[in-house]
């Protein structure tokens, strides 16, 4: 847990005033940031009225999730482990979240729909996995109903439906990202800048493309391909009809996400996602095919500063502009040797990412969702269960190209007999008596134990135990955490 011990500190260098009430000059004019230290809690003052909404204090509430995927799953699963939690709905659900709640077949882009469900069933509170239904409006549409969605406006959300704002962004409140090259709206112009680029370059969708819309190109001809895939055959939809050139970093990648109520926030606990569909990082990128976390996953000196230059500045600055932003935000890290950069925002929990930080959570997360939606989140006091877990997703054959559903998944019931395993659904469905493939991402079969290694190997034993025809996961997810603990612990000492 030394992570999080460090991480229960005030931000280091150029602070000033009380260390309960402290001010940043990375902060806006307006705010104060303000460090609880027996809570560890960071608190962004910006006078927002805290006195909406009410805690938790009858027995029985009920909650509507919505999403399909593993990150849905795993939300669910630790929801249902609540006191205070009687009755979860989610919509749409899939074939591993009908053992933990009822599941209703509204689809999650369907906000017309999801609103309606709504008000009908009449949940204490909403919280959305997917970021779809948040960058259509979700949350402006719930609010305006006087019902209750912890998740970001719309206007927040473009943080993650458009990477040309974020960038903007992130240029007007000096939050450290890669050199923008340049963003284009023709085919054309994008091909004709990468006379001008360093490579190797990446090159992104501007729109939502699921976690595809990202290539790190070595070399003209595959730029030039990807640009023409993007804005030419619209492979991804319409979020590839602009694209952005973007310097290439080198260093190791994080994923940083905190829970906010857009005055002060809780980070999870941190984890790296394995984008690539091959073992070695090779291979095209998909979802996310694997993520793990564990007690002293990042260095340090990256703690303080993720907090003070990146983390603090978002969020107010997003509070200055509109709105205070509320619900999980993600930071995509690169951590380079002149330091952390914001690679992309997200306005919701990653997934795989989700799968082992639920596992590792040691707290009510609807009790953390009603203090976010509150506005009361500076009262709540999170803990994390010490060591690491390993989320090793199961796809279909052929993904992330095209690939056949409707196999037949055996084995689930054998997995989860491993003690510490928990098989997270993503792509499966209910067909009879059987669960069947539905997606690419089928499975994120996750384990936790008290080191990385062994939760890898509590990991994969699970993952021998589940078979459909084609399926294919990657052999090597945390192996690279998994031997920098190795030779740390053999490092000559004194």
């Known amino acids: 847990m030394e992570f999080f011990r460090n991480l229960w500190k005030p931000c280091p260098t150029k602070i000033r005033n009380s260390p309960h009430r402290l001010r940043s000059p990375d902060l806006l004019p307006s705010q104060t940031l303000r460090h609880d230290f027996e809570s560890g809690q960071y608190s962004i003052l910006i006078g927002v009225d805290s006195r909406r909404g009410s805690d938790y204090r009858e027995p029985t509430v009920k909650i509507l999730v919505v999403g399909s995927g593993g990150r849905e799953h795993a939300m669910v699963w630790r929801l249902r482990q609540s006191p205070e939690v009687e009755k979860i709905w989610c919509a749409p659900g899939n074939g591993g979240i009908a053992d933990f709640a009822e599941c209703v077949p509204v689809d999650a882009a369907d906000v017309a729909g999801l609103v309606s469900l709504a008000e009908r069933l009449k949940p204490d509170l909403t919280v959305v996995g997917p970021e779809a239904p948040l960058v259509a409006g979700i949350r402006n ?40 090259y340049g963003d284009f709206e023709s085919p054309t112009e994008a091909i004709r800048a990468l006379d001008a680029v360093d490579w190797p370059v990446v090159v992104k969708a501007d729109g939502l493309c699921g976690g595809k819309g990202v290539l790190v190109a070595e070399k ?242 699970a993952v021998d135990r589940i078979h459909f025809d084609a399926a294919q996961c990657r052999s090597d997810i945390g192996a690279k955490g998994d031997l920098r603990t190795r030779l740390a612990a053999e490092a000559p000492r004194g």
């Open 141 to 180: 549409k719930f609010e305006c109903r006087h019902m209750r969605l912890v998740g970001p406006s719309q206007r927040d959300a473009r943080l993650e439906g458009s990477k040309i704002y974020a960038k903007r962004f992130m240029d007007r409140y000096g939050i450290p990202t890669p050199t923008l």
């Open 220 to 461: 003209r001809a595959e730029a030039e391909s990807f640009i023409r895939r993007l804005m030419q055959n619209h492979e991804l939809g319409p979020g590839g009809s602009r694209v952005l050139l973007e310097h290439a970093l080198k260093g190791e990648e994080l994923s940083f996400i905190v829970l906010t109520d857009g005055r002060s926030f809780v980070p999870m606990a941190p984890t790296r996602d394995h984008k690539r569909v091959f073992d070695g990082d090779r291979g095209p990128n998909t979802g996310g095919m694997g993520a793990y976390t564990m007690d002293g996953m990042i260095a340090p000196k990256y703690e303080s500063v993720i907090i003070k230059d990146i983390v603090c500045p978002t969020i107010a600055g997003l509070s200055e502009e509109g709105i205070p932003y509320t619900g999980f935000l993600y930071f995509g890290l690169m951590l380079t040797a002149s330091g952390p950069m914001v690679l992309e925002y997200n306005c919701r929990m990653g997934d795989p990412e989700t799968q082992p930080i639920m596992m590792r959570m040691d707290f009510d997360l609807a009790a953390a969702l009603e203090a976010v939606a509150s506005h009361k989140l500076d009262r709540f006091k999170p803990t994390w269960k010490p060591g690491a877990s390993v989320c090793v997703v199961l796809a279909s054959g052929g993904y992330p190209g095209s690939f056949e559903t409707g196999k037949k998944i055996t084995g689930l019931v054998e997995a989860e007999k491993l003690p510490g395993v928990a098989v997270f659904h993503a792509g499966t469905k209910r067909d009879g008596d059987s669960v069947v493939t539905s997606g690419g991402r089928v499975l994120g079969v996750t384990a936790a134990a008290d080191s990385l290694p062994q939760a890898i190997h509590k990991a994969y034993e």
